[in-house]
């Protein structure tokens, strides 16, 4: 079949994907319909490296994605050919004491779509866990079905805040995972959330299209302190950090009312600098999250349902023979893009 490869750094071919995908009674096998470019794939096409995780061989593109069904293992019962279906892209060992603990996404060895040597869905078809590939409901499309796993990012953030009705919420980022996490906080409870970022355009797309309860500030153009102030005197109940920028990990306290939460989303690209002191002087509770789980199933019921809608954030469309100008595109972080979809 065609896949997406990345050989190397900076190098991104059409390929016939030969590697034979083992399937077993618990597998399912897809017919890939549309995938998400996340920055994670950009980050492996542009700096060859996330981290510790480093391309050293060939591997396809792709983790965010929807599909059908075409064949289903003979133990598979919630599902059957012909399915619309999306897909959770880690996949843990069942047996490490994180998965055991209820813990999956922290198993060290969790084998996650396009992450070094792990292949992505950047392809025609994939074989798949059917424990971790969830039925879409008739009036969730595929491009939403393909967005469930950045939303999920979001439902696990707003899940690990705790919020309670009518908190006040301030979001650094307005990319795809701080908007989803905007969203998710307001559908869990918040009464107003700021959502801020130095993209005009992007903030803009916001707010056409979402609720006037999300409050755009371009932080380039207007004061985020006078912002805060107006809406809570003593600070904001909760940050999420999404932007991954030094800068905002090093005075995002502020902002925060005492004994107010910050959630950590982004990932800078070096360690940064934190005031450990100001945090202590007002008690902030600092939580982290990785990725998440057990969070498709929220994910799909609150597209369907109409609680949030996801598909004002897709913003271009890319034919899948037109892969490799839809990765240089995103590449170039359009002011205009948020969300860029391959139609396979």
């Known amino acids: 079949m065609q896949a997406l490869v990345l050989k190397e750094r900076d190098k991104i071919v059409f390929e016939d994907f030969a590697e034979q995908e083992s399937f077993t009674p618990d597998d399912v096998r897809i017919a890939i319909k549309d995938v998400g470019i996340c920055g994670s794939d950009l980050h492996y096409y542009k700096h060859g490296r996330i981290g510790d995780y480093v391309v050293e061989r060939p591997m396809v593109l792709g983790h965010e994605a929807s599909g059908v069904l075409l064949e289903v293992g003979s133990r598979v019962k919630h599902l059957k050919a012909g399915d619309r279906v999306c897909m959770e892209p880690g996949i843990p060992s069942p047996g490490s004491p994180s998965t055991l603990a209820g813990l999956y996404n922290l198993d060290p060895a969790v084998r996650f779509w396009a992450t070094p040597p792990v292949h992505g869905c950047m392809r025609e078809t994939v074989v798949h866990p059917a424990a971790f590939t969830f039925k879409l409901p008739e009036n969730v499309s595929y491009e939403e079905g393909a967005l469930v796993e950045p939303l999920a990012i979001g439902v696990y953030s707003a899940n690990t805040a705790t919020i ?153 469309y890319f034919d899948f023979v037109d892969a490799i100008k839809a990765m240089d595109f995103a590449a170039t972080m359009p002011a205009d893009a948020i969300k860029v979809m391959v139609r396979m």
């Open 164 to 316: 309670q009705p009518g908190d006040t919420a301030l979001v650094f980022g307005a990319g795809t995972i701080g908007i989803v996490t905007a969203l998710s906080a307001l559908a869990s409870g918040c009464s107003k959330v700021i959502l801020t970022d130095i993209k005009e355009r992007k903030l803009q797309i916001v707010k056409a299209n979402f609720s006037d309860n999300i409050i755009c500030v371009n932080s380039a153009k207007e004061s985020l302190d006078d912002v805060v102030s107006s809406l809570a005197s003593e600070g904001v109940d909760i940050v999420f950090e999404a932007s991954g920028s030094p800068a905002v990990i090093g005075s995002f306290v502020r902002y925060l009312r005492p004994n107010g939460r910050a959630v950590m989303i982004g990932m800078p690209p070096a360690p940064a600098p934190f005031d450990l002191v100001a945090a202590q002087w007002k008690e902030i509770k600092i939580l982290n999250i990785f990725r998440y789980r057990n969070m498709y199933p929220r994910a799909i019921k609150m597209i369907s349902s109409g609680t949030l809608k996801v598909r004002p954030l897709i913003t271009h």
